[in-house]
């Protein structure tokens, strides 16, 4: 069921790591449509509560969602927290003169950008295995983008906190990736898989580039990588066959389990300078030869 109250938005923000404005009116003076203390949460798409409604709650509607899109422009490579836009801000609405509403008397409204830190996946391909794997993680306190060039591929409905991106070529989305973000890359073309890969490992604030393939084209893309100019550190980000190798099969379902797997570990690992939770699985050669054929892609 959908929340309809700001404290059931919260709850459910926080639970699927959707990013939100918290908004309050924290003082009111004359008549005014909601008393101080009422609140309502804004998220990217929706808006849970109410302060009010009219003007009032379509100008903070709007604010809201600018402050939540700054700030994740603002994670996008800065490298400085200084340029950070501030989280909190308050702003005070003469009812009548500044939005023509009959009450004639003033608001001040807060607003506070909550949860913008959940782990960002960004995932590459809607094919059997990433149609198989965005469900599990979902279920998780994480923020999913889901990107492929083929519209018909996704699913009518997916969970609030996967944004579906269709885009003509996916690996431009690389660039538009904020800090820290996870790359799942699960397309159906081997040649866009190098893409997304190459321009992913040039940005050192990508920490873990996750590959799906076999040993074979494993070794194929870090030989290529490093005739390219990429050294050791930068191939470090790169982890390929991605997956938790103690996790055997090929069916889609397997392979999105395994992901997951690692995708989980890595989620309760403390942070790392290398690519986080990933396991050198140096005797681990056989089992990802059984479990990754040269023939096996995410369609």
């Known amino acids: 069921m959908k929340p309809s109250r700001w404290y059931e938005g919260v709850a459910h923000c926080?639970?699927?790591?959707?990013?939100?404005?918290?908004?309050?009116?924290?003082s009111v003076a004359?008549?005014?449509?909601?008393?101080?203390?009422?609140?309502?949460?804004?998220?990217?798409?929706?808006?849970?509560?109410?302060?009010?409604?009219?003007?009032?709650?379509?100008?903070?509607?709007?604010?809201?969602?600018?402050?939540?899109?700054?700030?994740?422009?603002?994670?996008?490579?800065?490298?400085?927290d200084a340029n950070q836009p501030s989280r909190t801000y308050t702003h005070s609405y003469p009812l009548s003169s500044a939005l023509g509403q009959c009450?004639?008397?003033?608001?001040?409204?807060?607003?506070?950008?909550?949860?913008?830190?959940?782990?960002?996946?960004a995932i590459f391909g809607a094919g059997h295995v990433a149609k198989a794997l965005v469900p599990i993680l979902?279920?998780?306190?994480?923020?999913?983008?889901?990107?492929?060039?083929?519209?018909?591929?996704?699913?009518?409905?997916?969970?609030?906190?996967?944004?579906?991106?269709?885009?003509?070529?996916?690996?431009?989305?690389?660039?538009r990736l904020e800090d820290n973000t996870w790359l799942v890359v699960l397309?159906?073309?081997?040649?866009?898989?190098?893409?997304i890969v190459e321009r992913a490992l040039k940005y050192p604030a990508l920490p873990f580039v996750g590959l799906i393939g076999s040993d074979t084209k494993a070794k194929r893309f870090t030989t290529k990588l490093s005739h390219r100019g990429f050294d050791e550190q930068a191939l470090s980000r790169l982890v390929t066959p991605i997956?938790?190798?103690?996790?055997?099969g090929k069916r889609p379902i397997e392979v999105a389990v395994s992901i997951s797997a690692?995708?989980?570990?890595?989620?309760?690992?403390?942070?790392?300078?290398?690519?986080?939770?990933?396991?050198k699985q140096v005797d681990a050669l056989t089992l990802r030869d059984e479990r990754c054929s040269t023939s096996i892609t995410s369609e």
């Open 187 to 195: 397309t159906h073309d081997h040649q866009l898989d190098y893409r």
């Open 30 to 80: 004359g008549s005014t449509p909601r008393e101080a203390g009422s609140k309502m949460v804004v998220t990217g798409t929706e808006s849970i509560d109410t302060i009010g409604g009219g003007h009032l709650e379509f100008d903070a509607i709007k604010r809201a969602r600018e402050m939540l899109a700054n700030q994740h422009c603002a994670s996008r490579r800065t490298g400085n």
């Open 14 to 26: 926080q639970q699927n790591g959707i990013g939100y404005v918290l908004v309050t009116v924290v």
């Open 262 to 279: 690692q995708i989980i570990t890595m989620l309760n690992s403390p942070p790392t300078s290398v690519a986080p939770g990933v396991e």
């Open 243 to 248: 997956g938790h190798l103690s996790i055997p």
């Open 138 to 175: 979902a279920q998780l306190p994480v923020r999913i983008s889901w990107i492929d060039n083929r519209a018909s591929l996704f699913p009518e409905q997916v969970s609030d906190n996967v944004t579906v991106v269709v885009e003509e070529q996916p690996e431009t989305e690389v660039n």
């Open 103 to 121: 009450c004639g008397g003033a608001v001040k409204v807060l607003f506070d950008v909550c949860n913008l830190d959940a782990q960002h996946i």
